[in-house]
């Protein structure tokens, strides 16, 4: 019969595992603490061989906002399940929670069906969608996603790495646009050096911890777009008091559809573009001086 060293409370086993026979026998004991997995050895005689590893315990909930994506949802999802297939580790759990933001397509039927939670948001907005799914989930950490972008295993590891660390509020990252016109590259350069330089994410992907989320307020629904820029620049205060850094990852891209430069002409993006720039609260905070992102062309 095992016998457990005082220390370990029943109520912390999570598995035990037995490695051999006879004498040389091992008992691997996973147990689960307020922040962390450990792993224990402990011999056949019941004396404790050596405190094996800790493991991170943490729970990510990720949220993609979806408006007639029904083209590009399932990409979106198998993106995210091969991601994550290949970053598994114990004590990472996570959830994935589709925001079905009043579409008029399958989005929300094609997303149950690949077995991922659904919300509704009635209102057509993309931070009231993204703080509904946030109110929805229950992770240690948020990870925001765009509909028309894929993850990969490189940027996962990344993210759980930067969690690991304990010393981030959240991240962005920098973006690839396949098929992108010269003038559509250029700009990307340009807003990955403000990204970059100013620590900005992103709307196609933010991650924060779900305390300073809901600390700051989430997303401001006052703004119907730039409004991961608002965000970036409040979780940045939030850490700063905490001596927490908010971080623009770099190493692997996020893939995000090209379908405004497809869909909008070049001088349909630089009117949007001047308008933001020259008069940015009237145009952000009025939907329809907004259509690159909400006149519906998919």
Known sequence: MLRL??????????????????????FFIILRRDTDFCVYAILR?????????????????????????????????????????????????HEIIVVDNNSTDRTAELAKLAGVKVVFEPINQIGRARNTGATAATGDWLLFVDADSLLNPGMIADILQMIESDQYVGCGSVMHMPGLPWWGNLAMRLWTVLSVTFRWASGALVV??????????????????????????????????????FTILTRHPLVTSPRKVQLYTGREIASQLFHVMFSPKKTLQNKKKLPIWYDGRR
């Not at 590893?53 to 993106?79: G, K, Q, T, W």
């Open 5 to 26: 060293p005082l220390f370990i409370r029943c109520t912390h086993i999570l598995r035990i595992h037995k490695d051999g026979s006879g004498s040389s026998s091992f």
């Open 45 to 93: 005689d019941n004396n404790v061989f050596c405190e094996k590893r800790h493991y991170l315990v943490m729970h990510l909930s990720i949220v993609i906002p979806a408006f007639n994506e029904e083209r590009l949802i399932l990409h979106c999802l198998d993106s995210i399940s091969e991601s994550l297939a290949v970053c598994q580790k114990p004590g990472f759990t």
């Open 208 to 245: 924060c911890r779900s305390d300073a989320f809901r600390d700051v307020g989430g997303f401001n629904q006052e703004l119907f777009a730039a409004d991961e820029i608002d965000l970036s620049q409040l979780l940045k205060q939030w850490g700063r008091k905490r001596d927490l850094k």
